[in-house]
């Protein structure tokens, strides 16, 4: 007997591209590969390093992709984008909570970004495309698109974020907020609350008949 055509378009794949959207929008592809030229002169200049020694830490995250994005394909053959996502989004805003608070140190600043796409390891594009994947054949083109777009929407908006003049405080306190800790801050702050709402919204809704038949989701 043959089964029926289940509708093309439907709530639970909307929702899981938009998921995808928000994912890529603040995940690793964006904060530590597309707007690292914005933390470059403000690193510079509170260190005092030289801009080959900072620039230095964002070839070991290019080479530490290399490493990850096997082992990210690994996870998420053998335990599905689901739980390779969900456990990564806080792993991942743990790193950059440890970015804020890099000491001067130049080789523990270097430890710091390294370990940023290895505990973001399930929030590269391979998990989130895959998910959607799940949901859309003869559209699958169109939907995959429209998920990369948030890595665009992302790079648009860090750099707005970083790029903002900081206000000077008027208060007592020395202690001043780091101009390129601001945006991973914020971006700390954001990107563990996407956990429950993706967990929420996208991948509980996928029919298991369905994710049996398909790539498991």
Not at 176 to 193: A, E, I, K, Y
Request: charged letters at 10%.
């Amino acid at each position: 007997m043959q089964e029926p055509q289940r509708p093309e378009v439907t709530r639970a794949g909307i929702l899981t591209t938009l998921g995808a959207v928000a994912g890529l929008a603040l995940g690793p592809s964006v904060i530590a590969v597309l707007t690292i030229s914005a933390y470059i002169q403000p690193i510079e200049k509170e260190f005092g390093w030289s801009r080959v020694q900072v620039s230095l830490a964002f070839t070991l995250v290019a080479y530490m992709i290399v490493l990850v994005s096997p082992l990210q394909g690994w996870f998420v053959d053998r335990y599905g984008p689901r739980r390779t996502v969900l456990t990564s989004i806080p792993l991942f805003g743990l790193s950059l909570a440890a970015l804020y608070f890099t000491p001067n140190n130049l080789y523990m600043y270097y430890l710091l970004w390294a370990l940023v796409p290895v505990l973001g390891l399930g929030l590269w594009p391979l998990g989130y495309l895959q998910s959607v994947s799940c949901w859309f054949d003869r559209r699958l083109g169109f939907a995959l698109g429209c998920a990369n777009a948030g890595i665009g929407l992302g790079s648009w908006c860090i750099s707005c974020c970083a790029n903002q003049p900081q206000p000077k405080r008027q208060s007592s306190t020395p202690v001043q907020p780091r101009q390129w800790g601001c945006p991973l801050q914020s971006c700390q702050n954001t990107v563990p609350s996407l956990c429950s709402t993706l967990h929420s919204s996208c991948w509980d809704l996928l029919p298991p008949a369905w994710s049996a038949n398909r790539y498991r989701c």
